[in-house]
C-alpha cells in the first residue's frame, strides 16, 4: 500500500506544480452487474491530469469493494504521454503508464492515432503491451505479458461528445480472461456533454466478461464528472 501511496502522491504533487498549464479533475463511479470476484462490484475513480504544450502526465487512485463500508485502496497509477500531430488530420500519441496494485506493478507502453474523418467523426486504433511484475515480501517473483488492441469510433459537436470503443485482450503466457480462454472482448458505448465551462458529466455502458470460470457477459456503467480549470 504504501508504494500505491508513494506513487500517487509524487505525481499529484507534480500536476499541481504546473499551476500554469490546463489540469483535469476525473471523478468517476463504476458498477458491475454481475462480476465473479465480488470486490469488484463498485469502483470509485479520482484522477487529476495536467499538460504542458504537447506533453500531458496525471495520476488516478482506485477503491473498490462489493459495498462502500467495504472499499480498499486497489490501485494508483501515473501516467505521461505526448501529442504529436503529423498533419491536420492525424495525430500521433505514444503513452506509457505505470500502475501499483497490492500485488506487483504493471508498466503499459501504448500508441494510438487519431485520424479525423471530417464532420466531427475521427477514428482512433491504440495498441497497449502490458508487462506485470509480481512482489512478494518485497521481492520480484513473477511477471506476465499481455497485449491489448483497440478500436474507437468518436463523434464530437458543440458540446456533445459520443463514441463506440471496442477492446480485445489476448494473455501471451497462459493467463485466463474469459471461460478458461486467454483472450477476452469488450464493447463500450460513451456519452459526454458539456453542461457549462470547464464541466462535462459522462455515463458509458460496456459489455464486459463475468470473469475468467464463465462464459456470461455482464454490464458495466460507468457516471462521472470532468472538470477542468
Do not use: C
Amino acid at each position: 500500500m504504501k508504494s500505491k501511496t508513494l506513487i500517487a502522491l509524487a505525481m499529484t504533487t507534480m500536476v499541481i506544480s504546473t499551476s500554469a498549464s490546463a489540469a483535469t479533475l476525473m471523478l468517476r463511479q463504476e458498477h458491475k452487474s454481475d462480476d465473479q470476484n465480488a470486490a469488484n462490484t463498485n469502483a470509485t475513480l479520482v484522477k487529476i491530469g495536467g499538460s504542458i504544450g504537447k506533453t500531458f502526465i496525471g495520476t488516478q487512485i482506485v477503491h473498490k469493494g462489493e459495498k462502500l463500508n467495504s472499499y480498499t485502496l486497489s490501485s494508483s497509477e501515473i501516467q505521461v504521454g505526448y501529442r504529436h500531430d503529423v498533419n491536420e488530420t492525424v495525430r500521433v500519441i505514444p503513452q506509457l503508464q505505470v500502475t501499483a496494485t497490492g500485488g506487483g506493478i504493471t508498466y503499459t507502453p501504448m500508441g494510438a492515432v487519431d485520424f479525423k474523418l471530417g464532420g466531427g467523426f475521427s477514428i482512433v486504433p491504440l495498441y497497449k503491451h502490458k508487462f506485470y511484475v509480481g512482489v512478494k515480501n518485497g521481492e520480484y517473483n513473477d511477471t506476465k505479458q499481455t497485449s491489448q488492441y483497440q478500436l474507437s469510433l468518436n463523434y464530437a459537436k458543440d458540446a456533445l461528445r459520443l463514441g463506440v470503443q471496442y477492446d480485445y485482450h489476448k494473455a501471451l503466457d497462459g493467463q485466463t480472461f474469459y471461460n478458461y480462454k486467454e483472450f477476452k472482448q469488450e464493447l463500450e458505448l460513451k456519452a459526454y456533454y458539456r453542461v457549462a465551462k470547464g464541466l462535462t458529466p459522462f455515463v458509458t455502458f460496456a459489455g464486459v466478461p463475468v470473469g475468467n470460470k464463465s462464459d456470461d457477459y455482464q454490464l458495466r456503467t460507468r457516471v462521472g464528472l470532468l472538470y477542468s480549470f
